[in-house]
């Protein structure tokens, strides 16, 4: 099967029968190499530098005008036809489709997990990484700490609804693990460790979003998916 898109020029596809992943180890870019790793689909992982700036190549652009990652390329897509896909979120859903799994096809239990990936999506990532910006990196150095503060109380937050979602439940749908689990990981894990913020945040007081994001790591697919572009 031959590959017809921009992005091979720069970044050449050695198995182009597979999905082709195009990704860093962010906590963004590690959903996609967990998921594809847990499915067991075909794939082939191409490291974009975003560091060297490689995520706003042309050729990368014109696989995801937004410059950002994670990014796939399917070339056995929908009805069999090439399938390019950007956006953490909508390729976790993707694949759970593509391979029936991580996700309920009961309709009530398929929008509830829907829900839950839009919710990191949407509170989790960006207040996460803001918190990591004026906590470790460039905006430590600002005198003003509101900035700081306010992203620290957001997330401590959004780990307390977390942890309350976790009480009752094994993970964070139920008994079954899911993509709304594989959205989170790799954010929860960058908070403690990466961004060193568990004291700013008392994570030690969320017991059930330990316990959690131990049995997620301890996952051999998720192992595996954190480094599927770490090199």
Do not use: C
């Not at 652009?61 to 953490?88: Q, R, V």
């Not at 990532?125 to 910006?133: N, S, T, V």
Request: aromatic share 12%; hydrophobic share 40%; glycine share 8%.
């Amino acid at each position: 099967m031959s590959v017809d898109h921009p992005i091979f020029a720069r970044w050449p596809a050695q198995h182009p029968d597979r999905i082709q992943l195009f990704s860093a180890p962010t906590p963004n870019g590690v959903k996609a190499g967990i998921m594809l790793e847990e499915t067991g689909l075909a794939y082939e992982p191409h490291r974009i530098d975003i560091m060297a700036n490689e995520s706003h190549d042309p050729a990368f652009l014109a696989l995801n005008p937004n410059g950002k990652i994670p990014a796939i390329y399917d070339p056995a897509g929908p009805n069999g036809k090439p399938l390019a896909l950007f956006e953490s979120g909508a390729i976790l859903l993707y694949l759970a489709d593509k391979s029936g799994q991580f996700i309920s096809a009961d309709p009530n239990m398929r929008y509830e997990t829907i829900q839950w990936v839009m919710w990191q999506m949407g509170g989790v990532g960006p207040m996460f990484g803001q918190l990591g910006f004026f906590h470790k990196f460039a905006g430590r150095e600002y005198e003003d700490k509101r900035p700081r503060d306010r992203y620290a109380a957001e997330s401590t937050r959004l780990l307390a609804v977390l942890d309350d979602r976790l009480s009752s439940r094994e993970w964070v749908m139920g008994a079954d693990y899911s993509i709304a689990d594989i959205s989170l990981l790799g954010w929860v894990r960058n908070l403690i460790g990466f961004y060193e913020a568990r004291d700013i945040v008392g994570f030690d007081r969320f017991a059930h979003v330990q316990r959690w994001l131990e049995a997620g790591l301890a996952r051999p697919a998720v192992q595996r998916g954190l480094e599927v572009t770490a090199t």
